[in-house]
Every structure is written in structure tokens, then in C-alpha cells.
């Protein structure tokens, strides 16, 4: 769920900026998955840029707190949302923590890195959504430790039908900076996108596991 539209819009356009968000309809990328895909995000980079990456961690703070009030600790999703969650706890002058795909194969095995109590309420940092599946696992983690998690914000999401039912059937509520749509208007906007490329783009989404360019 978007927030705040003007927010929205503002994102799209910086990460597009910043070249986080490559969009290529004419030369499709290819995701791990195998999928071809006509864009392709990787909001690492955001950290590179300190006047971007200040506005991404203070707009995450303000809707946490509009949102939520403040949680009892920030976690975040290994790896791509360590650096801009721990912004973000910083921000807010919050306990910070991390959560891995797995538990460690040695030491003391953690899934979870950082100091987490049992009852503690906590808002959970993503960069990116696709299937929401990893997203959901770090919940997952969460919960069986003892948190009460209150909900999720990313940076962006694909807004695919999948990522919505999982979250729906985890309850789970997602927020995002941007999304796909918001994405594509405001690319289309600032002429980084013509009319042909944005229908290309909204094309994709509808099946992106069996789009071809």
C-alpha cells in the first residue's frame, strides 16, 4: 500500500535518477530466475547517493511513526535492507536488527542477528518485493522468535498478484515507498519511457514468468 502519493512519485523518479531502476524494454534483462524482464532494480545503490539515501530513511521514519507510533525495534532483511534499516533505527534512535535466509551453519547458528526480546514490537525493512517470499520468511523468523510484528515497508514493489495474496495470507501489511504503477507514470512523465514502452512494461507484469520482449 502506498502512503503517500506525491512520495511516490518523488521516489520513482530518484531511483530512476540514480539508475537503482533500469528500465529496458527494447533489451530485457535476465533476473536469477530465469525471467526476462524489461526492468530490473537493485536500491543498493540508493546508498551511494547521501542526499537520496537521507530522503529514503526519512520518509520510511515518518510513515513508521504515522503509521505505527514507535516500534520497539527496526529489523531488516538480509541483505539488500541492512544498510538503509539500519538508517532508518538510527533514525528513529532504535534498537536495530537483522534477519538471514537461514539460520548460520556454525557459532551459535543465529537467524537472527542482533538483540531481540520476546513480546517486542517491531516494523520490518525491505528494499525490493517481488514474490514476497523471502520478505515473508525474515516474519517468519521473527514471530517464532517471540516478536509482535506490526508490519512491513520496502522500498518498492512489483506489485505482482502473488506478493499480494502471500501477504494477505500471512497478514502481514506491506507498505512501500513507490510501486510499479507509480513508477511507470512517472517515467512516462519525465519522457524516460514513451507511450510504446510504458504498454511494454504494463504487459510484462501481467505474466512476467512467460513474457517475451
Not at 523468523?141 to 508490519?151: D, F, Q, R, S, Y
Amino acid at each position: 500500500m502506498i502512503l503517500n502519493k506525491e512520495t511516490a512519485k518523488k521516489t520513482a523518479e530518484l531511483l530512476l535518477q540514480i539508475k537503482a531502476i533500469k528500465l529496458e524494454p527494447q533489451q530485457p534483462f535476465t533476473w536469477a530466475s530465469g525471467w526476462k524482464s524489461p526492468i530490473y532494480c537493485d536500491n543498493r545503490i540508493i546508498l551511494s547517493y547521501p542526499v537520496i539515501r537521507n530522503y529514503v530513511r526519512e520518509n520510511f521514519a515518518k510513515q513508521i511513526e504515522e503509521k505505527y507510533g514507535k516500534p520497539d525495534v527496526i529489523a531488516a532483511v538480509a541483505t539488500g535492507a541492512i544498510g538503509i534499516g539500519m538508517l532508518v533505527a538510527e533514525y528513529l534512535s532504535l534498537p536495530f536488527a537483522y534477519v538471514r535466509p537461514e539460520p548460520k551453519g556454525h557459532g551459535r547458528q543465529n537467524q537472527i542477528e542482533g538483540n531481540l526480546e520476546e513480546g517486542q514490537t517491531v516494523v520490518v525493512i525491505e528494499d525490493l518485493i517481488s514474490t514476497g517470499n523471502s520478505s515473508l520468511n525474515a516474519v517468519k523468523a521473527l514471530k517464532e522468535a517471540g516478536a509482535n510484528v506490526k508490519g512491513m515497508f520496502a522500498i518498492f514493489t512489483y506489485g505482482f498478484d502473488t506478493a499480494v495474496e502471500n501477504f494477505k495470507n500471512q497478514e502481514i501489511e506491506l507498505h512501500t515507498l513507490s510501486d510499479y504503477e507509480n513508477l511507470i507514470e512517472t517515467a512516462q512523465k519525465t519522457n524516460y519511457i514513451n507511450i510504446k514502452e510504458a504498454g511494454v512494461l504494463r504487459k510484462w507484469r501481467e505474466d512476467p514468468a512467460n513474457w517475451k520482449s
